[in-house]
C-alpha cells in the first residue's frame, strides 16, 4: 500500500483528479459522490467540454479503473449524469455507457436513483411540431448510477445519522431536490444530492471523495454531516471558492 502521509483530509486540491488518484492508497476511499463533465460544451472555467464521444467515454474509463483502485471492499460510488443527451451530434445515454464501463471493471451495480430540479429545459425542441415526422424526446431528468466494489453491506458498524424522512426519500430512488443557484459554476448540483447519498451510503467520520469538486458541493455536504473529505479540481477559481463556503460554514 503506498505511503498515505501525503494525504491531507477536508482539502480540496487543485489539480486533475488523475494526479489526485494516482496517489491515493488502494482500498481508501469509503464513499465517492460525484458528477463529471457532461461533454456537451459547457462553458466551464478551464476545463473544454467538448471531444469526441469515443475519447469522452475511453477517459471516463481511466478514471474509472483508478476509483475502482482506490475504492474500499464495501465502498460505495455515486455518479451523476444525465439518463438520456445529445453529444456532438449524437443520442446516447451516458448513464448507460458509465453502467457498462464501470461493470468491465469489475464494479457491481446497484441501483439507480432518477433526480429533477423540477425546471425542465429544452421544451420548445419538438424536433417536428405535431407530427411522426422526427419528434424529439426530451430527457429533463439526471440520474445517479449507485455502484459498489466488492461488498454491498459495510464491513463494519457506524453511526448513521439520517433521519426516518430522509431515508423515505432516498429509497424511493425517484428524488425532487431544490433547485441550485449556479452563479458561480454552470452545472453545479443541490446540495441536497450529494447530502442525500451521503447519508444513505456513509457512517459519520467516513471519508467522502469527489473528483470533480467544482465549487465544493460536496466538501460542504460532507463537512455539515460530520464527514471526512477529499477533492480534486482544475480551476483555482472554483477551488477558491470552495474554500470560502468551507469557511462559511
Request: with cysteine.
Amino acid at each position: 500500500m503506498k505511503n498515505k502521509s501525503w494525504l491531507t483530509l477536508n482539502k480540496i486540491y487543485n489539480e486533475d483528479c488523475l494526479n489526485t488518484l494516482a496517489r491515493i492508497p488502494e482500498d481508501y476511499i469509503d464513499l465517492t459522490v460525484t458528477s463529471p463533465p457532461y461533454n456537451i460544451g459547457i462553458k466551464y472555467d478551464v476545463y473544454k467540454d467538448k471531444r469526441p464521444m469515443e475519447d469522452y467515454f475511453a477517459w471516463t474509463e481511466y478514471w474509472l479503473r483508478e476509483l475502482y483502485r482506490v475504492t474500499k471492499e464495501d465502498g460505495r460510488v455515486c455518479i451523476n449524469h444525465y439518463l438520456s443527451i445529445s453529444m456532438n451530434g449524437k443520442r446516447c445515454s451516458p448513464i448507460s455507457n458509465i453502467i457498462n464501463i464501470a461493470e468491465k471493471i469489475g464494479f457491481k451495480f446497484h441501483g439507480l436513483a432518477v433526480w429533477t430540479e423540477g425546471t425542465i429545459s429544452k421544451l420548445t425542441a419538438w424536433g417536428s411540431w405535431l407530427s411522426a415526422s422526427a419528434p424529439y424526446i426530451n430527457t429533463p431528468y439526471e440520474g445517479v448510477v449507485i455502484l459498489y466494489k466488492e461488498y454491498w453491506k459495510k464491513k463494519k458498524k457506524g453511526i448513521t445519522n439520517i433521519s426516518k424522512e430522509e431515508f423515505i426519500k432516498g429509497y424511493s430512488g425517484v428524488w425532487n431536490l431544490a433547485a441550485q443557484h449556479r452563479k458561480f459554476h454552470p452545472t453545479a448540483f443541490p446540495e441536497s444530492l450529494p447530502s442525500r447519498c451521503i447519508q444513505l451510503f456513509s457512517y459519520e467520520k467516513d471519508l467522502v471523495f469527489d473528483p470533480f469538486m467544482g465549487v465544493g458541493t460536496t466538501a460542504v455536504a460532507a463537512k455539515r454531516l460530520n464527514r471526512n473529505f477529499i477533492g480534486a479540481e482544475v480551476s483555482k477559481k472554483y477551488c477558491d471558492l470552495a474554500q470560502k463556503r468551507l469557511e462559511e460554514i
